[in-house]
Structures are given as C-alpha cells and as structure tokens.
C-alpha cells in the first residue's frame, strides 16, 4: 500500500498519476476495514492538496492575464503628456481601421482642417512621424 502511496505522491505526469490512483482503487476492492480507512484519508488529503495547488494556478493565470491588459495600455509621453496608442494611430492605421482608399485622403482632410489640430500629434523625436486620433471625421 505504501508503495501506491509513493507513486501518487512522485507522479511526473497526469498520466502516471492517473495510473497510481486506478492502482489505489483497485487495492481498495480487497483491502481491510483499517487499510480502507487509511486509503480514504490519503486520497482525500491529495484532493486537498491538488485543490491547492490549483487555486495557486487559478491565481497566476489570473495575474498573467491582467498583466496582459495592462500591456495593452501602452502611452506615449510627448512633452508631458500621455497619449494612449490605442487612441492614436499613424495614418497608414487610420486608413485600415476606417476604409479609406490611401493616405492622402487624410493629408487633404488636414490642410482642409477636417481633422482638428488637436487630434493631430507631429512628433519630430520620430522622424516626424504623424499620428491621427483615431475618431471618424466627416
């Protein structure tokens, strides 16, 4: 019986444990009143543990997932300010996100002043690069 015990205890794999625990049960058909009791408490002290152990998992699943919607949540800070680049997009992005046919609908939009000033971001650090708040216009 001890030697089950050990092998539940040392499995590597769900497999191998699987196969102690079948092995526990079938010990458990032709064990004794005494070893029947002994076998119940192991059995119910390794769901307690595998419990556990799942709880602790649950946990950092959890704080792997939230970790991944902070990540998303990226800004970018231009002369003190944060800009969510979730809100701001370059205009190759725009065009994907909102159907435009090209880039150049977006410069006309902008020396027409369609798109406000302050949803456009110039930033030289860059090179210049130009990013459109991702809003529809017109």
Request: glycine fraction near 2%; proline fraction near 2%; aromatic fraction near 8%.
């Amino acid at each position: 019986m001890e030697h089950i015990f050990k092998r539940m205890r040392e499995a590597g794999s769900l497999a191998e444990y699987e196969a102690a625990s079948n092995e526990c049960l079938d010990y458990f058909q032709t064990a004794t009143e005494a070893e029947r009791e002994v076998i119940g408490k192991f059995m119910v002290q390794e769901a307690e543990e595998l419990l556990a152990q799942s709880r602790e998992t649950r946990k950092k699943a959890d704080a792997l997932i939230a970790e991944y919607h902070k990540s998303k949540d990226v800004n970018i800070e231009i002369n003190g300010q944060k800009y969510p680049l979730s809100e701001w997009v370059t205009m190759k992005e725009y065009c994907r996100r909102f159907g435009l046919k090209n880039t150049m609908i977006i410069n006309n939009w902008i020396s027409r002043n369609i798109i406000p000033e302050e949803n456009i971001l110039n930033i030289s650090q860059l090179n210049n690069l130009r990013l459109i708040k991702a809003v529809p216009y017109k």
